[in-house]
Nanobody, 120 residues
Framework: HVQLVESGGGSVQAGGSLKLSCVVTGDTLSRHCLGWSRQAPGTERERVAFINGDSTTTNYANSVRGRFTVFKDNAKRTLYLQMNNLTPEDSGMYFC??????????????WGLGTQVTVS
């Protein structure tokens, strides 16, 4: 089964950038919708950015569209989230997620442990 391990979080000033990585093991990346969700303390988990199995479709939350880019490198078995022009509202725990299908119509069913992003 799919396993996900995130890295790349940290602390950054507003306006700065971070690039998150998620190593995917256990199955071929192209068989799954992959993406990122985030959760700040006291709030519900929010879908941020997802990419379908054949990388033809990406979906972004309105709050990050134009600033964040989700992409993957199948050869490196890694999903990425490039985050630019960060604001304090982007702070939270970022989770890598995998869905059961290539399409992102299904909800994710596998999650990583998360990586913390703090913007001040």
């Amino acid at each position: 089964h799919v396993q996900l391990v995130e890295s790349g979080g940290g602390s950054v000033q507003a306006g700065g950038s971070l690039k998150l990585s998620c190593v995917v093991t256990g199955d071929t990346l192209s068989r799954h919708c992959l993406g990122w969700s985030r959760q700040a303390p006291g709030t519900e988990r929010e879908r941020v950015a997802f990419i379908n199995g054949d990388s033809t479709t990406t979906n972004y939350a309105n709050s990050v569209r134009g600033r964040f880019t989700v992409f993957k490198d199948n050869a490196k078995r890694t999903l990425y989230l490039q985050m630019n022009n960060l604001t304090p509202e982007d702070s939270g725990m970022y989770f890598c997620a995998s869905g059961p299908l290539r399409t992102c119509a299904a909800l994710p069913n596998t999650w990583g442990l998360g990586t913390q992003v703090t913007v001040s």
